[in-house]
């Protein structure tokens, strides 16, 4: 899926121009941010989604330099799933 980016966040508008997926992030210091919200339209839960948009974030964060403090209950939880994944690009 194609994330749009905004001021500190990946959403997604389906076409009536609703806001259907999105992730927010607080800049912290010079090289860290803060991923404190993820959401994700119940139409579109169970597909995966919430982790393409950690995804997207990861990727804007590697490109930046920065690490992730995750926050967000989801992302946490991500994160301790699949440390493999993710840690690399874990603030500690």
Known sequence: MDF???DN???KNDENGKMIAEI???P?????VLVDHTFVDPSLRGQG?????????????KAEGKQI???????VSLFERKPE???DITAK
């Open 4 to 6: 749009e980016k905004g």
């Open 28 to 32: 912290s210091g010079e090289d860290k």
């Open 49 to 61: 989604v919430a982790e393409q948009l950690v995804d997207r974030t990861v990727e804007e964060m």
């Open 85 to 87: 994944k993710y840690h």
């Open 24 to 26: 927010t992030y607080v």
């Open 69 to 75: 403090v995750p926050v967000c209950p989801y992302v």
């Open 9 to 11: 966040r990946f959403y």
